[in-house]
């Protein structure tokens, strides 16, 4: 069946350098969603991103929908300790009663002071 | 506005015992989804409710059941609990159900 593919799964990076993390489908995609969850935490709601090829950033975190919409990318830019946290993209798939949200297994971001 | 709220956090049951969920979603929102997030697995999605009905199901058994009432908040049941059903038990409103989840700090179920 359809599935997400996130990568890395894990990641460790000395503070102050940067991080990606990337999703990708076999299928296009309508739209892709970025949640974070700091450690004993909950997921949070980050981004969607809707149109191909769309950028948005918040802050230090660049959020990109590649032009094929089958891939996105979250880039952090000179990470921080508050960074740290899994990092899942979910997408939403099919229609009416057959909608789901489908999510990546997460990047985990741990980062050295 | 008040977020998701989950009850009760925590939970410690015995093999083979029921246990009740309850979830209240963000004033407003339709869509109450629910998730198992355990170490290995991520998150897998149990079902999603909309206005009283179930619109979506996970691959989970039967053992697995839930409702949504007529102001939105919902409940998961879990009968017959396994060792396996150990995780932690997200649940996540929607307005519509297609945009920007809000998570609830979920419930730890741990069976002993």
């Known amino acids: 069946g359809q599935q997400v593919m996130q990568i890395p799964q894990y990641q460790h990076v000395q503070e102050g350098e940067d991080f990606t993390t990337y999703c990708n489908s076999s299928t296009t995609l309508s739209n892709i969603q970025w949640y974070k969850q700091r450690p004993g935490g909950h997921p949070v709601f980050l981004i969607q991103?809707?149109?191909s090829g769309e950028v948005k950033k918040q802050k230090r975190l660049t959020f990109q929908f590649g032009e094929a919409k089958k891939n996105s990318s979250l880039h952090i830019t000179a990470t921080q300790t508050t960074d740290v946290g899994t990092y899942f993209c979910?997408?939403?798939?099919?229609?009416?009663?057959?909608?789901?949200?489908?999510w990546g297994l997460g990047t985990s971001l741990a980062v050295n002071p | 506005k008040a977020g998701v709220t989950q009850t009760p956090r925590y939970l410690i049951k015995t093999r083979g015992q029921q246990v009740t969920l309850s979830c209240s979603p963000i004033s407003g929102h339709r869509s109450v989804s629910w998730y198992q997030q355990t170490p290995g697995q991520g998150l897998q999605f149990l079902f999603e409710y909309f206005s009283e009905t179930q619109r979506n199901k996970g691959n989970f058994p039967g053992r697995f059941s839930g409702r949504q009432f007529s102001n939105s908040r919902s409940e998961m049941n879990v009968s017959t609990l396994e060792l396996g059903d150990s995780a932690l038990y997200l649940c996540a409103s929607s307005l519509l159900g297609d945009y920007g989840y809000t998570f609830g700090s979920g419930t730890r179920l741990t069976v002993v």
């Open positions: 979910a997408v939403v798939l099919g229609a009416g009663n057959n909608r789901k949200l489908i």
């Open positions: 991103l809707v149109k």
